[in-house]
């Protein structure tokens, strides 16, 4: 996928802390987006739509850094939540559409993840004014995931032939969730400079996920995860994680 190495990098480097450096809420209002091309909240986005809003977001990222939207603003919240919204692949529930043609689809919007992510974080800056934005692109990020795993069972249960010679694609897509997930669960890690609420975020949604997907993980996917959620249990204080990834320990 054309921004998974940069995304990779983007994961690795970007720091935070735990609380945004200036709380001043520099965002604009959904009609001054608006004005400036972005597409509206209050639908559901297509692949042109996320076009249309990166070039807003790439303009105002190197323009005015300070006001790309942010999470639970008064001004610019709503269209936030519609830029990480999972409603925006509900072409996955139109049964006319090929099980090939939404797997091709469903492609360009990984990328989506890739590109908040990149949009949203400062690789220069030891201070991520956007932390709280970021996990929640995490969260978006592993549901989308999952959604390409369900769409790769169902074209491996598929006898069409256009489906059929995409089921080997299906542990490609199996190795890109395992890595993302162990990518996400490092971030967890550093405790200092995440709220721990945004970490308690992040651990509720990457346990529903392993939950969902050990029937078929193998006894070597099983160990790194295990050994990522150990890392994380010794790094934090929070109760919540801990009992969770220990009881997921012993489940693995």
């Known amino acids: 996928m054309r921004n998974y190495f940069l995304l990779i990098l983007v994961l690795s480097v970007y720091l935070s802390s735990c609380k945004r450096p200036d709380q001043t809420d520099r965002s604009y209002t959904p009609e001054e987006y608006l004005k400036l091309g972005m597409p509206d909240y209050d ?68 990328d989506l993840y890739g590109g908040l992510m990149i949009v949203y974080t400062e690789i220069q ?13 995490d969260v978006f990020g592993v549901r989308m995931a999952q959604k390409m795993l369900d769409l790769g069972n169902e ?14 694609d299906f542990p490609m897509i199996q190795k ?3 890595n993302l997930l162990n990518a996400v669960f490092a971030k967890q890690q550093h405790t200092s400079q995440y709220p721990e609420q945004t970490l308690e ?20 996917a099983s160990a790194l995860i295990k050994q990522a959620m150990q890392a994380v249990i010794d790094s934090t204080s929070s109760r919540k994680i801990i009992n969770n990834y220990k009881e997921l320990i012993e489940t693995l």
Do not use: C
């Not at 800056?125 to 692109?137: A, G, K, P, S």
């Not at 074209?155 to 080997?168: A, C, F, G, L, T």
């Open 43 to 110: 639908t559901v986005w297509n692949l042109e739509n996320y076009e249309t809003a990166f070039y807003v977001l790439k303009t105002l990222k190197y323009g005015k850094p300070y006001t790309l939207p942010v999470k639970d603003s008064e001004r610019s919240g709503l269209l936030f939540s519609r830029m990480v919204n999972i409603e925006n692949l509900s072409f996955l529930e139109d049964d006319s559409l090929p099980l090939y043609q939404k797997a091709q689809t469903i492609k360009w919007y990984f």
């Open 125 to 137: 800056m030891e201070r991520q004014y956007y932390i709280r934005e970021l996990v929640d692109i």
């Open 201 to 220: 975020l992040l651990s509720d949604s990457l346990s529903n996920s392993v939950r969902r997907n050990m029937h078929w993980l193998d006894e070597d």
């Open 176 to 178: 890109m969730y395992l």
């Open 155 to 168: 074209i491996n249960e598929s006898d069409d032939p256009e489906d059929v010679d995409m089921q080997s």
